[in-house]
T-cell receptor, first 114, second 116 residues
């Protein structure tokens, strides 16, 4: 079974530029999560989708971050414009249903904003 | 609301020694508890999980953890450390019930160093 796929693996941009990350969850997984992991901290949920609907985006900085999951499969997370403090690893995870206990994580995208 | 505290951001052990990584949680509902491991430049891999039932949970790579409700703890142990265990370890909690969205709340992580 293929795992959660993310791209790119690494990205370096200048502040005020825009960037987009892509995630393809495990086939058949209805729930998709985006987490932000700042160096030295645990991951923090940014947004959760159930199929193509948003379940939780309470910690998403909506003035600069946006995410979509068209057709309820793959997802894109965008930052525009980026700030220095957005430097982090962005992890995508998926699970079969929200109340299924285990979520599977992708390898992440490491973003450096200079 | 749930929260997780991992005691000690860095733990160093000798190869073959006992590994003990501490995790305390706060939850207003019966928790689901997890330990994840993260190797450099990798995503998170599930080591083990507690949902219901037996409080001593065995996971992959020889790790185990015990859920102690009275102490609100879920410490991770391994009898004998191996060099390959060097990584970052995260404890996480998730609520359950009708309002459960599946969101994981992570601790800040513990870096395990294994010395030869």
């Amino acid at each position: 079974e293929a795992g959660v796929a993310q791209s790119p693996r690494y990205k370096i941009i200048e502040k005020r530029q825009s960037v987009a990350f892509w995630c393809n969850p495990i086939s058949g997984h209805a729930t998709l999560y985006w987490y932000q992991q700042i160096l030295g901290q645990g991951p923090k949920l940014l947004i959760q989708f159930q199929n193509n609907g948003v379940v939780d985006d309470s910690q998403l900085p909506k003035d600069r971050f946006s995410a979509e999951r068209l057709k309820g499969v793959d997802s894109t997370l965008k930052i525009q414009p980026a700030k220095l403090e957005d430097s982090a690893v962005y992890l995508c995870a998926s699970s079969a249903r929200p109340r299924v206990v285990e979520a599977f994580f992708g390898q992440g995208t490491r973003l450096t904003v200079v | 609301a749930q929260s997780v505290t991992q005691l000690g951001s860095h733990v160093s052990v000798s190869e073959g020694a006992l590994v003990l990584l501490r995790c305390n949680y706060s939850s207003s509902v019966p928790p689901y508890l997890f330990w994840y491991v993260q190797y450099p430049n990798q995503g998170l891999q599930l080591l083990l999980k507690y949902t219901t039932g037996a409080t001593l949970v065995k996971g992959i790579n020889g790790f185990e953890a015990e859920f102690k409700k009275s102490e609100t703890s879920f410490h991770l142990t391994k009898p004998s450390a191996h060099m390959s265990d060097a990584a970052e370890y995260f404890c996480a909690v998730r609520g359950w019930g009708s309002s459960n969205t599946g969101k994981l709340i992570f601790g800040q992580g513990t870096t395990l160093q294994v010395k030869p």
